[in-house]
């Protein structure tokens, strides 16, 4: 109970950050420095999520647990934001683009996660859940310090909240249930996996003593 | 009356109002409050209080505000303090709320004497919290994915109050739950952490008096890690013998952090570490080979590791873990030495090989031989022998000659370069120079001068001299270009032999050697020193040297220190080498002490105190003072004795004058003495001087002849007596009886009554025993049985009538005395009494011989004596019949008293005229 009002209101504040102004802090460090953080902590979180997703496999049974379990995408998968973009595509997007998709999928997927997380049964489980959203939260908070620091404003209105409460389209049953957590954390992967990508492309165009425009991301 | 009550119910209600303090506004209604209720004040503030009375005591009690005093604790609060700001209003106030304490209580003086308790409050006095400082924060790893965040800070001064300390971390969008430190005010620790986000934390600090915060500290908590050390640290040894692999596993996964590490190794049993260069192991890693080992050795290793970019903190060290580097060819053959024993033959040595083993780092691994070869060099024919050995002694015996050692040490991977011992034939090269040793705190240097000649090695041997034991042998090779070693385990206070051999490619030197000590110390005990000799002005003191285990240090000198009891000391020093000294210029029959003292150049000590006595004389002195002394004396007595004896006859007279001898006198007699006495002188023998009496009185009367003849035995009779009684020795029994007999026989004519009547009383041959003047009585005496002296006299009265009876007799006796002197068997019994008289004159030579030296011829004085004896023969026959037994020594015993016999018989030979010349 006491982690669920926690996590609303973590979630409440999540769905806020578009109002709020640039963090300070990020401000302050440089944006080469920024990134790096950012790509360590998303290493950080794949790592997490390699162990985390193991055990998660396992807590939801076959066939999850399968190694080669690739069930088809459903439909109602589709809210889980996809990393499945064309890769050409997504490189050929502006770092704003690229870092805004970022910041709105991390957003959506933390939602989500969370959802999953009040579900658990073990404490154990539920535990390193709790600690993968904490960090999937420092992410998406990263990358807004990022943005900011590169003087890009940070994505508003559809990227907020989803659509009604999380996890409000309840599963019509188990199993479809499981398949949804599945998805999420094959996405998580997948967008985790991206991320390492574009921020290590980010770190090498910018380098670290490059102090970028920060009044504009606060005049946004 | 009425009004008294009215107080005591007053009073009552005023101890329920104390009793239940917080009751007001419930059952009981108090009288009055305080305003505030409860106060947290700051230390050092000021403070008012008021008091409110109830109206309805004000009407009850009849009390009022000026009434009211107010108190902390039991101490009355002063009157300036209060203010009465209406009649039930009292205020009091504190400039400082340092001196208040609790509880502050409003009381009312009723009547002005009785005071009771209207209300109390508790007042509680602190400080606001102080900003906490020095804020910091570090990541420990618990586990492979666990860590915690501990943050310390410095909470400030002591506020005296509950004062709340939270830990408070946030990101930008999200906070965290506040971190309450439990039982403690300057810690907490954070269970979740995440990395990679900037985290704002501080330290919020609240009590009742204010709340206060740390300065911020933003952090990525990825920089302030302390990781756990590397875990399963394992070491194999590569094909190298010089390198160790060491591996080991990290709990952080490169996705969290990167790590640098440092590894430090030291050898086992040593103490130090050494540590591999760090930027060796700057990047990450699961394994590092280390190189530039020892073979053969054992290593211990450990490990840790911090973030790669340097940001946060060193893990611990890792267990240390141990690795064996593999085994090498020993890197040098072992220092090798010799001891020629030459004791049985010169020709023949035995030689005592001894060498080293070598140090684990030379070995480089487990020495599994010796291999040892002997080449004769002096006759080339004569083949190598080799010898394994698995010890590090080898004994040979070799003629004399010159050899060639080589000794090889092999462990399993293979030999060692040879070490080659050169054993000459005599060691006839140069020796070293200037040898010299120098303590160097717990080493003893050694040092020399190089001889001219190329030198290929040096041997230096060393022993602890004892006086109990050999000198055991330690050695040490130096190489040739040096010119001094340290010598390790030396103990301090012993002396040390130690010999430089200088060994040469073609031969070695002779050693040289020299004492030392690593250090010196006084002597433990001194000498023991005494006297040899002492005379009068001088001593001879010796003493031993001290051994070396005593000694301590060379010897520098002795100091010999001595004195007289009440004189100053004499201090005398000595040679070391000395055991004797000789002390002069001594005062005589003076009592001295003696010590001595053994010193070094650390100190001395003083040996056991000796005293002795100088002699009163010298040498020599007594005997320079006595000899004189004594002969002087010798001369005088000569002197005296020669003037004696010139002078004798004048000292003769004076001393000794002729006195008429009574006895002889022709007076006597006929003198009518009565012989009775000589019954008794017969017992009375001890008074010669009564028998002399005795004998003077008698005398024969009835018969010219006979008395003539009873008259010539007198004077043997007389002597006899004499004899008998100062010296028995002469006369036997027989002797006593002859004595005896001739008096009875002479008594009998004229006393025959006495005579026999003395005779059956007289106890026979009674000899008395004394010495006569100065003379020691010497014999025995006899006692005869015999009761022949009665029977004598009876017989004798028949002897007057025909003499035929006596000759029988006399042949009797002669047969009795049985081959005695068989020349003179006609006259047995006068010889006997002859040689008895005789016998007692030979003990009054003294007496009779002075008086007798000067007249008597010999061969006239025999002659004469023998005719009268003949004559006399008779008699003297009868008398001797009476004598049994004749001892045969007595006649043997003087016989020179034969050529003296004249000189006693003399007068009688004059008596024999009948004329007494006196």
């Known amino acids: 109970g006491d982690s669920w009002g926690i996590f609303t209101f973590l979630c409440a504040a999540l769905c806020n950050l578009p109002a709020l102004p640039a963090l300070n802090c990020s401000e302050e460090l440089g944006a080469g420095q920024s990134i790096q953080q950012t790509y360590d902590l998303t290493r950080y979180l794949e790592h997490q999520l390699r162990t985390l997703a193991g055990t998660y496999l396992n807590y939801l049974g076959p066939p999850f647990n399968e190694p080669d379990f690739n069930p088809p995408r459903l439909a109602r998968a589709e809210r889980v934001p996809s990393a499945t973009v064309d890769l050409d595509l997504w490189r050929g997007l502006t770092d704003n683009a690229r870092l805004a998709a970022n910041y709105r999928a991390y957003s959506r997927l933390l939602c989500y996660l969370r959802v999953l997380d009040g579900q658990v049964g073990t404490a154990e489980l539920r535990h390193r859940l709790a600690h993968f959203c904490a960090s999937l939260q420092g992410l998406v908070l990263s990358i807004g310090g990022v943005m900011s620091s590169l003087g890009y404003p940070l994505p508003a209105g559809p990227a907020g909240p989803p659509a009604g409460p999380p996890g409000a389209p309840a599963a019509p049953n188990d199993f479809l249930k499981k398949m949804d957590d599945f998805w999420l954390l094959k996405e998580l992967q997948t967008w985790l996996w991206r991320s390492a990508k574009d921020f290590n492309r980010l770190k090498k165009k910018v380098p670290p003593a490059v102090v970028t425009l920060r009044l504009e991301a606060r005049g946004f | ?918």
């Not at chain 2, 699961?286 to 911090?306: A, K």
Request: proline content about 6%; some cysteine; charged content about 20%.
């Open chain 2, 1 to 918: 009356m009425f009004s008294r009550w009215n107080w005591v119910a007053c009073g009552f209600y005023l101890v329920l109002n104390i009793c239940s303090p917080d009751a007001s506004g419930g059952l009981v209604q108090s009288c009055g409050h305080i305003i505030p209720e409860s106060p947290v004040l700051a230390l050092g503030s000021n403070f008012t209080a008021l008091c409110i009375l109830n109206e309805s005591c004000l009407d009850f009690g009849n009390i009022y505000a000026s009434q009211i005093i107010w108190k902390i604790k039991n101490r009355l609060v002063p009157k300036e303090q209060y203010r009465e700001i209406n009649r039930t209003v009292s205020s009091v106030t504190f400039n400082d709320t340092s001196s208040l304490a609790t509880p502050l209580t409003c009381n009312i003086l009723a009547d002005g004497q009785i005071e009771q308790n209207i209300y109390g409050i508790t007042v509680t006095v602190g400080l606001a919290p102080e900003k906490p400082k020095n804020l910091s924060c570090i990541v420990h790893q618990v586990s492979r994915f666990t860590y915690v965040m501990t943050c310390t800070w410095n909470p400030g001064r002591h506020t005296f109050l509950d004062t709340q300390f939270r830990l408070k971390y946030r990101w930008p969008e999200a906070v965290f739950p506040d971190c309450i430190p439990k039982d403690v005010n300057n810690s907490c620790t954070v269970n979740d952490i995440q990395f990679f986000v900037n985290t704002e934390i501080w330290v919020e600090a609240t009590n009742a008096l204010g709340k206060a915060e740390s300065d911020r500290l933003v952090v990525d908590p990825i920089d302030i890690v302390k990781p756990l050390s590397p875990q399963n640290v394992s070491i194999t040894s590569g094909l190298l013998p010089t390198v160790l692999q060491l591996s080991w596993e990290n709990w952080i996964s490169d996705a969290v952090m990167t790590l640098k590490f440092n590894i430090r190794y030291r050898i086992a049993g040593d103490t130090n570490w050494m540590e591999v260069p760090p930027e060796d192991t700057a990047s990450p890693r699961t394994s590092f080979s280390i190189q530039g080992l020892r073979p053969y050795t054992e290593y211990v290793f450990s490990i840790r590791c911090m973030k790669e970019d340097g940001a946060g903190y060193w893990s611990d060290w890792s267990e240390d873990k141990t690795g064996v580097t593999i085994e090498d060819q020993p890197s040098k053959g072992p220092p090798i030495w010799r001891i020629i024993d030459t004791s049985q033959s010169p020709a023949c040595w035995t030689v005592h090989l001894i060498w080293k083993a070598l140090k684990p780092y030379e070995a480089n691994g487990v020495i599994l031989q010796y291999e040892l070869t002997v080449r004769d060099k002096s006759s080339l024919s004569s083949p190598v022998k080799k010898y394994n050995v698995t010890g590090t002694n080898h004994t040979l015996q070799l003629r004399e000659g010159t050899y060639e050692v080589t000794l090889i040490a092999r462990n399993s991977v293979g030999p060692s370069p040879p070490s080659v011992l050169l054993i000459p034939a005599s060691n006839s090269k140069a020796p070293v120079k200037n040898l010299r040793t120098l303590p160097k705190h717990d080493k003893l240097w050694v040092g020399w001068t190089a001889p001219n000649n190329y030198v290929l090695k040096y041997v230096i041997e060393w022993c602890l001299v004892s006086s109990s034991s050999d000198c055991t042998i330690e050695w040490q090779i130096a190489q040739g270009d040096v010119q001094g070693i340290d010598l390790k385990g030396i103990k301090p206070f012993k002396c040390y032999l130690i010999t430089v051999y200088p060994l040469y490619a073609d031969g070695q030197g002779s050693g040289q050697s020299v004492k030392a000590y690593l250090k010196q110390d006084r002597p433990s005990k001194g000498p023991t020193v005494q006297t040899k000799k002492v005379g009068k002005a001088e001593a001879v003191l010796t003493w031993n040297h001290l051994t070396v285990e005593e000694q301590n240090g060379f010897i520098r000198n002795y100091t010999i220190l001595y004195k007289t009891i009440d004189g100053n000391e004499t201090v005398v020093t000595v040679d070391p080498s000395k055991t004797e000294y000789t002390l002069s210029s001594l005062t005589s029959d003076t009592l001295y002490t003696v010590r001595m003292m053994a010193s070094t150049d650390n100190g001395s000590r003083t040996g056991p105190d000796f005293t002795f006595t100088t002699q009163k004389f010298g040498k020599g002195e007594i005997e320079a003072i006595v000899v004189p002394v004594c002969l002087a004396f010798l001369l005088i007595v000569l002197l005296g004795v020669l003037f004696c004896f010139n002078k004798r006859d004048l000292i003769k007279k004076h001393i000794w004058p002729i006195v008429p001898d009574p006895s002889k006198s022709n007076i006597a007699q006929w003198s009518p003495q009565v012989p009775a006495k000589h019954n008794i002188s017969s017992k009375d023998q001890m008074y010669p001087e009564g028998s002399f009496t005795d004998v003077s009185v008698v005398e024969i009367e009835a018969d010219d002849k006979k008395s003539f003849s009873d008259q010539d035995l007198k004077p043997f009779d007389l002597l006899k007596k004499e004899k008998s009684t100062s010296e028995g020795h002469s006369s036997g029994i027989g002797g006593s009886s002859c004595m005896s007999s001739p008096r009875q026989s002479v008594s009998d004519s004229d006393e025959g009554e006495t005579t026999q009547n003395t005779s059956s009383t007289v106890q026979y041959s009674t000899v008395v025993l004394n010495g006569y003047r100065d003379q020691t009585p010497v014999q025995v005496f006899s006692r005869s049985e015999s009761t022949q002296p009665l029977l004598d006299s009876e017989e004798r009265s028949e002897d007057h009538a025909g003499g035929a009876d006596s000759t029988a007799q006399r042949q009797q006796y002669f047969r009795q005395n049985g081959g005695q002197d068989e020349t003179n068997t006609d006259r047995p019994c006068f010889e006997r009494t002859k040689q008895i008289t005789h016998a007692s004159e030979g003990d009054l030579v003294g007496f009779v011989q002075l008086q007798i030296s000067g007249q008597s011829s010999q061969p006239l004085g025999l002659g004469m004596e023998k005719n009268t004896q003949e004559a006399a023969v008779s008699n003297v026959l009868q008398t001797c019949t009476e004598g049994q037994t004749v001892r045969p020594e007595t006649v043997e015993e003087n016989p020179l008293s034969v050529d003296e016999m004249p000189k006693s018989y003399l007068p009688q030979t004059v008596r024999q005229g009948g004329y007494m010349p006196q």
